[in-house]
């Protein structure tokens, strides 16, 4: 099957040839729009009880490694998903921790104070776009404007795109109802996925699940037997999909019955 083949969703969850005989799996799984429902305030998502109760299951089954992988700032990210043993990765893989310990890319740490003077300059040129919010996360900026009462994604790209081009180190990007301001780092969550499928054996398969365009990054690093699900609708490098996020719970719930033979 080739990135552009997409499986129908009825099928997905009859596939366990790809998986099954897999000696164990590192899941890594985006949060908002796959763990926990998009909201229109980015502070409101909540990992859903069925997501929680499926993430318990899959890190206590001894051949497995999960990973929460987010554009959140770790700080935030943690406490969201509140399960112990998780491998917590934030700010698209600027932030991770390792041995529970919190761990920030080097090259990120060194553009922290040009992050902070461009998110102090956003803050008053958007300060008369009602509804535009400038989120600081500490190695990384989002603009969010899904409550943006007047200005359009247009507008409010211009304005962050005017600051951040002429500082050298820093780059803009693009989500789901946001603009990002980040690190010109080559870093991303396909890189972070490398990284932690070499902290696990090699006869292991790699499940990734998302559902935003940063997401694409990690689809595109998955190898053959491994298992990239899109969360939604629309062109993605993943082989398989489900519809919406209330099926992800399914979706994880089926990982655990595959590891445990017992996926149909």
């Given at each position: ?46 990992i859903t009880r069925a997501n ?81 919010e400038v989120e600081d996360k ?87 037997g491994d298992f990239g699900v ?35």
């Amino acid at each position: 099957m080739t990135a552009q083949q997409h499986t129908p969703v009825a099928n997905v969850y009859r596939i366990d040839r790809q998986l099954g005989d897999a000696a164990g799996l590192l899941v890594a799984l985006d949060f908002d729009g796959t763990l926990a429902p998009i909201e229109d305030d980015p502070d409101a998502p909540e990992i859903t009880r069925a997501n929680r109760r499926a993430v318990e299951e899959l890190v206590a089954h001894p051949d497995t490694m999960v990973a929460v992988v987010s554009g959140r700032q770790l700080a935030d990210l943690r406490p969201r998903v509140g399960v112990e043993g998780v491998r917590y990765v934030g700010n698209h893989g600027l932030e991770y921790t390792v041995d529970g310990e919190r761990e920030v890319h080097p090259e990120a740490e060194a553009k922290m104070d040009d992050v902070e003077a461009v998110r102090d300059e956003l803050e008053r040129r958007l300060s008369d776009m009602p509804g535009v919010e400038v989120e600081d996360k500490g190695v990384t900026l989002t603009v969010h404007y899904r409550r943006a009462e007047d200005a359009s994604a247009e507008d409010v790209t211009a304005v962050v795109e005017d600051v951040v081009d002429p500082i050298e180190g820093l780059k803009t990007g693009s989500g789901k109802m946001i603009v990002e301001v980040k690190p010109t780092v080559d870093w991303h969550k396909g890189a972070i996925v490398e990284w932690l499928r070499d902290e696990v054996p090699a006869t292991w398969r790699t499940v990734y699940v998302g559902d935003d365009t940063t997401d694409e990054d990690a689809f595109r690093v998955l190898g053959p037997g491994d298992f990239g699900v899109l969360v939604g609708e629309r062109s993605t490098a993943a082989d398989y999909r489900v519809p919406a996020q209330c099926e992800v719970s399914r979706l994880l719930n089926w990982f655990v019955g595959v590891l445990e033979n017992e996926a149909p």
